[in-house]
Each structure stands twice: as C-alpha cells, then as structure tokens.
C-alpha cells in the first residue's frame, strides 16, 4: 500500500538532513509519495505564519509526517504567537499529538563517544506527554505591571491515562520496565499523575512498575543509565530529561523521535523527527549529522507497519558506524551528503 508523507524541511540544517531521509526511505518504500509544506521560520518568512492553514490540511491529510528542524536567532523577537515556537505547539494541539517517544540509545560503535562512563549501557525510551501540562496550561500572564509571571502546570486524568498506556504499551515491546517520573513530593498535578498511573498498571502485569522523583532520576540518568528502560514523564519533566538522556548516547545527531497521535486508519499517525535543533551555525556547509533524521524515517515506517524497512535502515545505519564512517559531530570529516551516500550504498 503506497503511503502519502508530508514532508517539513523547516529551518538551518532542517532541510540537509531532511533531504537524506527522503533518498533513504525513497530506496525503502519507492511507493512512498512525499508532499512538501512550509512551516516554522520558513512559514513565517513566507506568509507571516509559522503553521499555515494550508500545511495543516496537507499534515491532516497525510499518513504521517516527516519533520526537519525549526526555528533560530532569527526569529527569537517575534511577538510570542509568531515564532517557530509556537507554530510546533499550535500544530501538536491541533493533530492532538500527545505521546512523545524518545529512544535514547548508545551505538556500540560509538560507546566510547559518551560523556559518562556508564553511558555504552544506556537503550531507554522517554515516553513524554506532549500536549499537556505547564506547557499547554492557563492561565499563562504578567500581573501587577508585568512584575509578576504566571504559569500554570494542569493534567486531567484522561490525559495522564492515555499517556500511560502509551509507556506500559511501549514497555512489553523492550524490557517490561515502566519508571514513571514525577514530583509528588510537592506538585498536586504530580499525586494525581502518580494515582492514575497506579490505576493503570494493573492492566499490565506483565510490566514492573516504578515511581521516581524528576530530580532523583536526573541523578540516576548520569549514574546508571542502564538501569531504565522506559521512563513516562510529562510535558516539562519529559522536555528536560530526554535533552539528558540523549547526550549520554554522544551525540545529538544520532536520535530520532516520534510525536505521535490516536491511530489515523489503523495505523499510528506522527510527526517523525530528529531531536537536534536547527543549528544554524552550521546551516548550509553539508556537515550536519542526518542519521537522526534518516532513524526518525525507520521509525515513521514501524509506526506504519513497516517493521522490515524500519529494519532495514536500522541495521545498515549500524553497519555505516561500524565501518568506520563518522561526521564532524562524530569525530570524522564525512559530509551530510556523504553520509547519506554511505546509508545508501550500504542498503
């Protein structure tokens, strides 16, 4: 069945390593239609919006989504409802793309890249809620002159719920360990969040469950990060560790992530992306690392029920670091475009 992908190039190095993601998952799946829409910085410069309405209908109508990078210094003095920012946040309200899955894993080939001395044991997913939390929660404002800032952290058990189930479901999958990370010591959203989590468990006995401060884990991720499999955590918390997490695998050019949604016709509907920002200081010199990206496009395809094509890339992007092939954010000289050309040849 052929798939419709619509794709984001975005802003900085988004384009890059979007474009070898494209020449991978083309060799995969040639079946695969690939539509191409603005968005973020690049949206704005255009039509003076970050998610234009005629991106959201090509995003709603598509099977999944295929996302570069956005924003940068740019575009930082836009009024707050104009940045990249908030056109990412406008798009996973609108999608209702609610679970953030984030692996966060140490390629044996590079086990020696890791910052930590624990770091060639670390294989976890963060699963994130998205679409909650302080992030999405009103009221958010200045009072009295602008002296005073409020933000409000807000989670309803529906939410918590679905979200777990998401980590408990993602957990039978790898190890059959679920970590729920939270701050229930002091955050009342966070006792609710503990308490729904509790109640869902039950349907998942095959999976051990555990609770853990934020502040707590933060020192375990550095500490023993071999010790988690899957973490569930929510919008701020998930934001913050999975940052941690990936630069214990030892290089931010090397994770894909999935923002995904309810089921779109049976299969799961998502944003596939790289976790790196758009480093635009490196925009346009073809040294961008686009192994993140083209991973997010092994990941898009298993969310597709595609699990030997995700297999496929997985495997030869393996093979790509074993033999040696490295770009500058690895230690090598290997261009984006030859690292890509490398990716291929080995498929």
């Known amino acids: 069945m052929s798939l419709k992908i619509a794709v984001i190039a975005g802003d900085g190095i988004g384009p890059e390593v979007t474009a070898e993601a494209v020449r991978v998952l083309t060799a995969v799946r040639p079946d695969i239609e690939f539509e191409h829409a603005l968005f973020g910085g690049a949206a704005y410069d255009d039509c003076g919006d970050p998610y234009p309405q005629a991106t959201h209908d090509l995003l709603a109508s598509a099977d999944s989504v295929l996302l570069g990078a956005i924003g940068g210094p740019k575009w930082e003095g836009l ?24 692996p966060a894993k140490t390629y044996a080939a590079l086990a020696d890249a890791s910052p930590v001395k624990a770091g060639a044991d670390c294989d976890m997913l963060i699963v994130r809620e998205l679409t909650g939390g302080i992030y999405f929660g009103k009221p958010r404002e200045r009072r009295e002159n602008g002296t005073v800032a409020i933000d409000t952290m807000v989670y309803s058990v529906m939410e918590v719920e679905r979200i777990a ?41 095959d999976v051990e469950l555990r609770h853990q401060l934020v502040d707590s884990c933060a020192m375990l991720l550095i500490k023993d990060p071999g010790q988690f499999d899957v973490i569930l955590t929510g919008n701020l918390f998930g934001d913050i560790l999975s940052d941690e997490a990936s630069m214990i695998t030892g290089s931010l050019g090397m994770l894909p992530s999935a923002s995904l949604g309810d089921p ?69 000289s290997v261009g984006t475009t030859e690292m890509g050309d490398s990716v291929l040849a080995a498929l």
């Open 264 to 332: 779109k016709n049976g299969q799961a509907f998502g944003v596939f992306e790289p976790i790196h920002g758009s480093a635009p200081d490196i925009a346009g010199q073809n040294v961008a690392n686009p192994l993140a990206a083209i991973l997010s496009g092994a990941m898009m395809l298993n969310a597709l029920g595609d699990s030997d094509g995700a297999g496929r890339i997985e495997t030869v992007v393996d093979a790509v670091l074993n033999s040696g092939v490295r770009t500058a954010d690895l230690g090598g």
């Open 79 to 102: 009024e707050r409802s104009k940045t990249p920012e908030a056109g990412l946040l406008g798009m996973r309200g609108a999608l209702n793309l609610y679970a953030n899955l984030r």
């Open 165 to 205: 189930r998401r980590a408990f479901e993602a957990a039978r999958t790898r190890r059959s360990s679920v970590v729920s990370v939270d701050k229930a010591n002091v955050l009342e959203s966070s006792r609710l969040w503990r308490e729904v989590v509790e109640t869902v468990a039950p349907d998942y006995p």
